[in-house]
T-cell receptor, first 109, second 113 residues
Framework: QKEVEQNSGPLSVPEGAIASLNCTYSDRVSQSFFWYRQYSGKSPELIMSIYSNGDKEDGRFTAQLNKASQYVSLLIRDSQPSDSATYLCAVREGTALIFGKGTTLSVSS | GAVVSQHPSRVICKSGTSVKIECRSLDFQATTMFWYRQFPKKSLMLMATSNEGSKATYEQGVEKDKFLINHASLTLSTLTVTSAHPEDSSFYIC?????????FGPGTRLTVL
């Protein structure tokens, strides 16, 4: 059973801080990884995709991938209250995605 | 780009009726679309993979005769919940593949009375 694990949280950070979200996956041969943001009552929105070891930056978001350790993380710099949401880690398996259960982030002003 | 729409956004129906949900890729062609359901405060559960011009592939435990999927064109997939019951009440979300990424529709909230 291929799995994607996330700490459900909630992760609480003050406004302006760095939020660090982590994800581990079980399938060593996985090659494609994604972070989605889901606001309450809404559908997931793709934030970042990462395929190679190392860091990938996009604005305030940085995705980090370590295939040897089978983990992928998402850093959110200068966190804003509007970043409060559930963040879903997803790993591609064939044509489908396997999702983690998500980490709830709460940014306080 | 990569916009996916769903219709309707919300539907309330009586037990025993059938409900059709449409999923469209607005600015790209999607040979593969996916249907998920999500219960409150739970993660996404993949129901089926829909391929244009062929039968859908259902996940284990999902009744294909209850959740009918049709992917008639490269921009449209439909999910029909047949003989809906209160336990089918959920948030149904479709997604469409573009290259290596999946983009989600806004979801359809189904309430069966």
């Amino acid at each position: 059973q291929k799995e994607v694990e996330q700490n459900s949280g909630p992760l609480s950070v003050p406004e302006g801080a760095i939020a660090s979200l982590n994800c581990t996956y079980s399938d060593r041969v996985s090659q494609s990884f994604f972070w989605y943001r889901q606001y309450s009552g809404k559908s997931p929105e793709l934030i970042m995709s990462i395929y190679s070891n190392g860091d990938k930056e996009d604005g305030r978001f940085t995705a980090q991938l370590n295939k040897a350790s089978q983990y992928v993380s998402l850093l959110i710099r200068d966190s804003q209250p509007s970043d409060s949401a559930t963040y879903l880690c997803a790993v591609r398996e064939g044509t489908a995605l396997i999702f983690g259960k998500g980490t709830t982030l709460s940014v306080s002003s | 780009g990569a916009v996916v729409s769903q219709h309707p956004s919300r539907v309330i129906c009586k037990s025993g009726t059938s409900v059709k949900i449409e999923c469209r890729s607005l600015d790209f062609q999607a040979t593969t679309m996916f249907w998920y359901r999500q219960f409150p405060k739970k993660s996404l559960m993949l129901m089926a993979t829909s391929n244009e011009g062929s039968k859908a592939t259902y996940e284990q435990g999902v009744e294909k005769d209850k959740f009918l999927i049709n992917h008639a064109s490269l921009t449209l997939s439909t999910l029909t919940v047949t003989s809906a019951h209160p336990e089918d009440s959920s948030f149904y979300i479709c997604s469409a593949s573009l290259g290596n990424e999946q983009f989600f529709g806004p979801g359809t909230r189904l309430t069966v009375l």
